[in-house]
């Protein structure tokens, strides 16, 4: 059985999934000041009269990153930041303590200029005295040549603890987006890592040891030992969450929309035949701008417990949020009152809707029954455009082929997959306005716990070649070698699944589920004074996001309301 | 599932460090990046593929499309008739063009558009392939060129959003002689190009005496340089001669057109300009559209002349930038060069006092104004012979008509009646186009800005 556990605002989700499809779900409280104890506390009532040896895998989704991030409670770490000519990396600056030092390496990877031990040193001593453990190191070019990493690391390594290299987060490109990445994984790593290894203790103090799976902004999953070099990826996860449990009931071979509705907000995410669109360079993290892999999200300040006010005679719902609906307590109209007074609600207190969205009625000069529908659908009509916002901006993404710019798949979705607490009470107005086909994904309340706790491990792989300079180089997976000018583009494709393969072991996954696909592969003949002097190869392996290969049973047991 | 609402991390860095750090634009700027990496006029022709391939990788990896008030926009694609508007195709459209040529203009239709909508303060649209060399009557590619990219966003833009007055700048190392065939009788369109002097270079025009034609004398100005002019020349000829000659014009839009083969590492010129020199000169400029034009030191140069070029643009500290191994001191011109560019800095403002002057001497007491030419199409081995008559006019730009036959066997008419063309001289093209019709003439076409209507008849 697999334990998939989704820390959300206000309350942590769990799921228990087994051969039987959902054999249990949970919803705890979530206390953001002990996390941990959330944590186990949903791990332990989800297991509760569950043999330990029964439960195979349990894969977590937490705030816990994410909010040290933007709430600034990370402990401070060095960074060594070599640039080279170009923008001035003063403007990169993540921290304190950084320090942008000489050298360059160019676009191909050859060193223009070398490092210069003294300043590193210098920056080395400075960091010590500041009583700096964890450091970051960051080179322009470093995913085509990490030499210039690799030096710095080995003249200050003996003097630090954890270090965190630029060529070993990301084979992309983006030099401020690699100090930005660089710096977020050190500087969340002992949080993570002490984290984790307490709630791991804990759970075998109670016989309970299940391998530990991290969830990632992309959909994907790594195992808790690998997220220790890359606990960066497990930022801003909780949208993936929801996403990956709505993929095992989208349609086939179609584009779908996916909203997430919940009390404060609206996620968007976009299926293209049960795959989500991802972040072309990497996930946005309050002023980072990262290189870290996720899915395309829209998070909209819309949801059951929007605050409405009128505004001249103008209907305004959201962004923020007083508090629960009226008829839970809260102090102002919500669109959820909108549905109490609509006769939708159950459990609830609806004379308190009705009085709320009386006094929007009376200042638009409507009874409450239209003002109440009129709430419904500019709540809908507000995620639609949003929605169709993304859809065109996705649509309007630049190609740099003749062939994708006349090929280019647009995106057209006629699906809309809805989860989330008021998800049903959207769903038939969402698809009346929209004129697509609306569906509720089963147990659409804890879906996401589900999704987390089917997605698979994802990552990916890229490799460039360069005939001219007789090499063929990974650094990100610490691979490079000797290829002669016979190397080809296939070539490259096979090493770089070759490497993918492996690193898909290497970070919990497993054989059945490698659904591998080349994202880029590019082949260029490069020519000095009309000769050909070589082949510049740039190739782009995955592991698309998705769900393990045992999904399809469970789902069909979940439609079936097992 | 969704998080609570955080309040999002502070802008600056680390409390303490106090460096305001975040990069914004200080003029909005929108770039379309079309590197066209499947398209080459052959495998080893330095229009290829490859050309923009490492300045991609320099773009992304300095970050600029992440810089606040950077944006990316994807091409659009031209249509036949923003063609049509300013060339004459021989056979058509299709016969002398390729996707990537839609593209290509399309890229510099998109920037125009989002300047002009004010979605953008500047703009630069690059893209390949080039275009500056093709003339108004097209029977194949020259100096790498099919259709004329600036010229098609131009009149597209006056078609569109009706602009008027609009300045030129070529900058690129070869002679403009696509552009300036195309506006010279245009006195609405101030065409300056800056380049290798013709006698040492690819296309052999552009010297300074080829100020435009009888109604439009002066608003075509050529800068030949010599060769090995450096940083220095370049800026000098940008602060004294295009310069107050763009003030006096008072253009409602400024275009540069950005070649960067003036580079000292360009394999097919003789420059020594820089990065660093590109970026000041786009400085000083301030262009509100640069469209890329030739540049073929797709390694050394490249890279770093766009990632200056961009910075420039944006408002943003270019001082950092440079190319690896740049070493100023190694390609700084001589005296004797400063000294022949101040003095060509003089005749050519000589020349763009007397415009008038020189105006009157072309037209004598002509009505009609002929001039005859070949026309060589390098790239595609094609010899033009072509006949241009125009209509002398006071009150417009003055009807064209061109007699135009190729060695591969198409004779050809062309005729052009300017957006603002006065009645007589409308009905002058209109009456050349119909006794046109009846001569032995392959292709008679007409291009009737007036109307925005482009006619073709074939016998
Ligand atoms: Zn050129
Ligand atoms: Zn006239």
């Known amino acids: 059985m697999i334990i998939g556990l989704d820390v959300g605002g206000t309350h942590t989700d769990v799921a228990l999934l087994g051969d039987e499809g959902l054999v249990r779900e949970i919803k705890v409280p979530t206390d953001p000041s002990d996390l941990f104890h959330t944590i186990l506390t949903g791990l332990e009532k989800i297991t509760e009269g569950i043999s330990p040896g029964e439960i195979h895998r349990a894969v977590l989704s937490t705030t816990l990153t994410t909010n040290a991030i933007v709430q600034g409670k990370t402990p401070p770490v060095g960074m060594i930041v070599s640039g080279g000519p170009g923008i001035d990396p003063e403007h990169f600056r993540t921290n304190e303590h950084y320090f942008p030092v000489s050298g360059s390496i160019d676009h191909r990877g050859r060193e223009v200029e070398p490092v210069d031990a003294d300043e590193v040193r210098n920056a080395a001593v400075t960091l010590q005295k500041q009583g700096i453990r964890n450091v970051g190191i960051v080179g322009k070019f470093s995913s085509r040549n990490p030499d210039h990493e690799l030096k710095i690391h080995d003249m200050i390594s003996t003097s630090f603890g954890k270090m965190f290299m630029g060529h070993q987060i990301s084979g992309n490109l983006n030099f401020p987006r690699r100090i930005a990445t660089t710096y977020l994984n050190a500087t969340v790593h002992s949080i993570h890592k002490n984290f984790f290894e307490a709630v791991k203790r804990s759970l075998e103090e109670k016989g309970l040891s299940v391998p530990i799976h991290i969830l990632k902004a992309d959909g994907g999953t790594m195992s808790f030992d690998s997220s220790i070099d890359f606990p960066g990826q497990s930022i801003l996860s909780g949208p993936a969450a929801s996403v990956m449990g709505a993929i095992a009931f989208a349609p086939d071979g179609e584009d779908c929309l996916v909203l997430d509705i919940g009390g404060t907000t609206t996620d968007i995410a976009l299926l293209i035949n049960r795959v989500p669109v991802l972040e072309p360079m990497g996930i946005r993290l309050g002023k980072y701008k990262t290189l870290i892999r996720s899915l395309k999200t829209r998070s909209i300040g819309i949801g059951g417990d929007s605050l409405i006010r009128v505004k001249g005679r103008e209907l305004e719902i959201g962004p923020d949020r007083m508090g629960p609906a009226m008829a839970y307590g809260g102090p102002s109209p919500t669109p959820t009152d909108a549905f109490f007074v609509l006769g939708k609600g159950k459990e609830g207190d609806k004379a308190r809707s009705l009085q709320g969205i009386a006094s929007v009625a009376a200042a638009l000069d409507m009874t409450p029954e239209a003002a109440a529908t009129k709430i419904l659908d500019q709540t809908c009509q507000n995620i639609l455009a949003e929605a169709q916002e993304m859809t065109d901006r996705i649509n309007s993404k630049p190609v740099y082929t003749v062939h994708e710019l006349q090929e280019g798949y647009q995106v057209r979705p006629k699906t809309i997959l809805v989860l989330g607490g008021p998800a049903p009470h959207f769903a038939r107005r969402l698809e009346e306005l929209s004129g697509m086909r609306v569906g509720v994904v089963p147990r659409w309340h804890v879906a996401n716990a589900i999704g987390a706790a089917l997605a698979r491990t994802t990552c990916e792989v890229t490799l460039f070649a360069d005939t001219q300079q007789e090499i063929a180089a990974s650094p990100e997976e610490n691979f490079r070698e000797m290829v002669d000018r016979h190397f080809s583009k296939e070539k490259a494709v096979k090493k770089a699944y070759e490497l993918l393969r492996k690193k898909v072991l290497q970070t919990g996954g497993s054989t059945d589920d490698l659904d591998m696909e080349i994202t880029e592969a590019l082949e260029f003949n490069m020519v000095q004074g009309f000769h050909t002097t070589g082949r510049n190869i740039r190739v782009k392996v995955q592991v698309k996001p998705g769900l393990i290969y045992e999904t399809d049973a469970v789902a069909e047991k979940l439609l079936a309301g097992i | ?459």
């Open chain 2, 1 to 459: 599932m969704k998080q609570a609402p955080l309040p999002l991390p502070d802008c600056r860095a680390g409390a303490g460090a106090g460096v305001e750090i975040m990069l914004t634009a200080k003029y909005k700027t929108g770039l379309v990046f079309f590197p066209a990496f499947d398209w080459a006029i052959s495998p080893t022709h330095p229009e290829r593929e490859e050309r923009l391939l490492y300045t991609q990788d320099q773009v992304i990896e300095e970050g600029l499309f992440d810089i606040e008030g950077i944006t990316e926009f994807k091409p659009d694609l031209v249509t036949p008739q923003d063609i049509e508007r300013v060339h004459f195709c021989v056979p058509d459209v299709w016969g002398v063009t390729t996707e990537s040529h839609l593209i290509s203009a399309g890229g510099a239709k998109t920037i125009g558009m989002a300047v002009l909508e004010e979605k953008i303060e500047k703009g630069f649209a690059l893209v390949r392939p080039p275009g500056h060399h093709a003339m108004r009557m097209v029977h194949g590619a020259r100096g790498f060129c099919n259709i004329n990219i600036e010229a098609i966003m131009i009149e597209f833009l006056r078609a569109e959003y009706g602009i008027d007055r609009v300045a030129i700048v070529d900058t690129d190392c070869h002679h403009g002689d696509g552009t300036q065939d195309i506006y010279w009788h245009d006195p609405d369109t101030l065409f300056i190009s800056i380049h290798q002097d013709g006698r040492t270079l690819y296309p052999g025009s552009g010297f300074i005496n080829e100020t435009g034609g009888p109604n439009a004398s002066g608003t075509t100005v050529n800068i030949p340089l010599p060769p090995m002019t450096s940083e220095e020349g370049f800026i000098h000829a940008i602060k004294h001669m295009v310069l107050p000659i763009l003030d006096e014009f008072e253009p409602d839009i400024v275009i540069n057109s950005a070649g960067q083969d003036n580079h000292y590492t360009d394999p097919i010129t003789h420059m020594n300009f820089s990065a660093q020199g590109y970026a000041e000169l786009t400085n000083l400029l301030r262009a509100d559209i640069a469209v890329l034009e030739g540049g073929y030191s797709i390694e050394g140069a490249l890279p770093y002349v766009n990632v200056g070029i961009i910075l420039a643009m944006a408002g943003l500290d270019y001082s950092r930038v440079r190319e690896p191994r740049y070493d100023p001191d190694r390609i700084r011109q001589t005296p004797d060069i400063t000294a022949y560019i101040e003095k060509l800095g003089k005749k050519v403002l000589e020349f763009w006092g007397q415009r008038e002057k020189i105006k009157s001497q072309l037209r004598g007491t002509k009505e009609f104004v002929e001039r005859t030419r070949n026309i060589f199409y390098d790239t595609d081995n094609i010899i033009e012979k072509q006949k241009e008559t125009i209509r002398v006019c006071d009150d417009c730009a003055g009807a064209i008509r061109m007699d135009s036959s190729a060695d591969r066997g198409a004779h050809i008419l062309g005729l052009h009646v300017p957006i603002k063309a006065c009645r007589k001289c409308k009905e002058v093209a209109r009456q050349w186009y119909e006794s046109g019709r009846k001569d032995a003439f392959d292709m008679v076409f007409l291009q009737d800005r007036t109307e925005d209507k482009y006619e073709r008849s074939e016998r």
